[in-house]
């Protein structure tokens, strides 16, 4: 099958259309045969103004798949919901956990803009399952991704809130998307906040394949030492992944390490640029 891939939010704009707005977060336009998802969903909905300007018609979207519960890429959720209803919403069900980050002597909410029961309220249908998951024919979420690699850990930062505790993030939320392509196997990342490593031997795991053809999303590396990236890069080299889109949350020195790594299959992604796989 061959998938289109359109950036509705990122924190850049690609060249495109007047009138494309960028923004801290994410979402992502996947369009196969007669299925179209979005993953994820931005910060603020400006997402359903930037498919308007690139003339991406979102009343037919049969499912939003939300990589976690994060502000910025959940946040659109709420303006999609009141445009229409008639959806799936996927994920893991701890996307509803309150989210909170703690830095610099401040603690802020960065959780999900509306409750499960609200959504449910408007008619929203929920898929929300731990494990992995069949979203369509060829499309499939990871579920909860194991850390194994030793090298990835969550950054203290991050504060969820389970049984009236506030306690780390374990992050059991985050999850990738992973598309079975003509090409090969693309991976979808959200913010990989298990470790972009982590998430790519769990989908070789899940797909049996010892080849990744293609990555695109937040590799969530903006602190990452020069070890660590390192580490990453025999990951991808192993998994001898051709494409390399790298966004949101990369962080500037490891895009330049990267493309340094690994040259013209190292991609910037935007607001606006569409890629077929
Ligand atoms: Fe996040
Ligand atoms: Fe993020």
Known sequence: MTFTITTLVENTVYMGPKGLKGEHGLSFLIQADDRKILFDT???GIFM???EI???DLSDVDTVVLSH??????GGLERFAEFRTDFTLAGHPDIFCKKQISALGSTRDIGMPVDRETLVAKGVRLSLTSGPAEIGPGIMSTGEV???TGFESIEPVFLTEKEGRTLPDPFTDDQALILDTVRGTVVILGCAHRG???TLMHVAALTGKTKIHAIMGGLHLGGASGEKLKQIAAVIRNFDIRHIGVG???GHKAVA????EFGDRVFPIGVGQSVKF
């Open 42 to 44: 931005g910060q603020t």
């Open 49 to 51: 103004d930037n498919a």
């Open 54 to 56: 690139l003339n991406a």
């Open 69 to 74: 519960g994060h502000y910025d890429h959940a």
């Open 146 to 148: 194991p850390m194994q």
């Open 196 to 198: 972009t490593a982590n």
């Open 248 to 250: 949101h949350c990369t």
């Open 257 to 260: 390490y990267l493309s340094h």
